[in-house]
């Protein structure tokens, strides 16, 4: 068996080849400071608009994406109202129960589609706050143009988390243009690897984000405002090493596709969850461990049968695959 000095994380969400240069420098930097965190915020709101070509006054900054879903949760949320879709990150039922509110589940079908037209599944309540992943996370399942609409026609307020957006699945921030029902969230955490210094945006109609706004409870610290600056004047790089995932997760769902241990859904995300069929989840999460590569076994009770693995370097990609076929031997 081979010993690897550090383990191949391949559970994490952050894009591996961030962040920037340019953050760590700015950070270091004492001229950064010089600019008040009022003009830091207020400069980067319009960084983004002219990005987006959108007025400020459609956006929203929020200490994290969990800050954002807070605040939205507390603005338009009424106790039963909260529609989720699992399987699904748990994150936000749990931020729902901090909150008091409990939530209505539309599951999703059997290849983790929005389909909302099959029978039995249960209503959406009056005045509906529906909160979806695109790509949603564990599956990696995008959120189609027609889903979105039809979610916006039955809810009081969409709200799409997009924090895994970048690696292939097309944002819906354009309908947010055509309807004033709908919020897109993005995040610098995860495709400029600022988990360590949180921040995310809201941009939604005007009315709607002058509503979160009033209800939010934190600003982002300052720190956070100039790594978010630095990771936007190093976009060209960053954009790169999303390009480089992109490409390492082609590589990794095709070498899952050549073997019989694990079979891999398609995904629009920086990972990709795989059904185990030979053996149980987590007897194979734990031989891998032995063997220093580290993977994600999601939570949910309909994916038990199931890991994500997380798409970051060709290294990581032939360790598991290594692993694999020794596996195959003893499974």
């Known amino acids: 068996m081979q010993t690897r000095f550090m383990p191949q994380r391949m559970d994490l969400l952050?894009?591996?080849?961030a962040p920037s240069l340019h953050v760590l420098e700015a950070l270091s930097s004492d001229d950064?400071?010089?600019?008040?965190?009022?003009?830091?915020?207020?400069?980067?709101?319009?960084r983004i608009a002219d990005r987006e070509s959108i007025s400020p006054d459609w956006i929203a900054l929020g200490a994290g994406v969990d800050d954002l879903l807070i605040a939205i949760m507390r603005a338009f949320g009424h106790g039963e109202n909260l529609v989720l879709f699992p399987p699904t990150d748990d994150r936000v039922a749990e931020l729902a129960e901090r909150l008091g509110q409990t939530h209505v589940l539309v599951p999703r079908s059997s290849r983790f589609a929005l389909d909302l037209?099959?029978?039995?599944?249960?209503?959406?309540?009056?005045?509906?706050?529906?909160?979806?992943?695109?790509?949603?996370?564990?599956t990696g399942t995008p959120v189609t143009v027609q889903e979105a609409v039809r979610l916006i026609r039955r809810s009081r307020l969409l709200v799409v988390d997009e924090r895994h957006a970048g690696y292939g699945a097309r944002s819906l921030l354009p309908l947010v243009r055509e309807f004033d029902r709908i919020i897109v969230l993005r995040t610098f955490e995860t495709w400029a690897g600022l988990t360590a210094l949180p921040l995310a945006v809201a941009i939604g109609a005007p009315e709607a984000i002058h509503r979160l706004r009033e209800h939010q409870l934190i600003d982002p610290p300052a720190a956070a405002l100039v790594a978010a600056h630095a990771s936007l004047d190093d976009q060209v790089t960053l954009d790169r090493g999303i390009h480089r995932v992109r490409e390492e997760k082609a590589s990794l769902y095709r070498m899952l596709r050549k073997m019989n241990m694990l079979s891999p859904y398609p995904s629009w995300a920086n990972f990709i969850l795989a059904q185990v069929e030979r053996g149980e989840a987590a007897t194979m999460r734990t031989e891998l461990m032995?063997?220093?590569?580290?993977?994600?076994?999601?939570?949910?009770?309909e994916l038990a049968s199931t890991l994500r693995i997380s798409a970051t370097t060709p290294e990581a990609t032939a360790a598991l695959r290594a692993a694999l076929i020794e596996l195959a031997a003893i499974i």
């Not at 952050?14 to 080849?17: K, L, Q, T, V």
């Not at 950064?32 to 319009?46: D, H, K, M, N, T």
């Not at 032995?290 to 009770?301: F, M």
């Open 14 to 17: 952050a894009n591996p080849y």
């Open 117 to 138: 037209d099959r029978p039995g599944l249960p209503a959406f309540p009056p005045a509906a706050l529906s909160i979806v992943q695109h790509p949603n996370d564990p």
């Open 32 to 46: 950064q400071y010089r600019r008040s965190a009022p003009v830091l915020f207020g400069s980067l709101i319009e």
């Open 290 to 301: 032995v063997r220093d590569i580290v993977v994600h076994a999601p939570a949910q009770p």
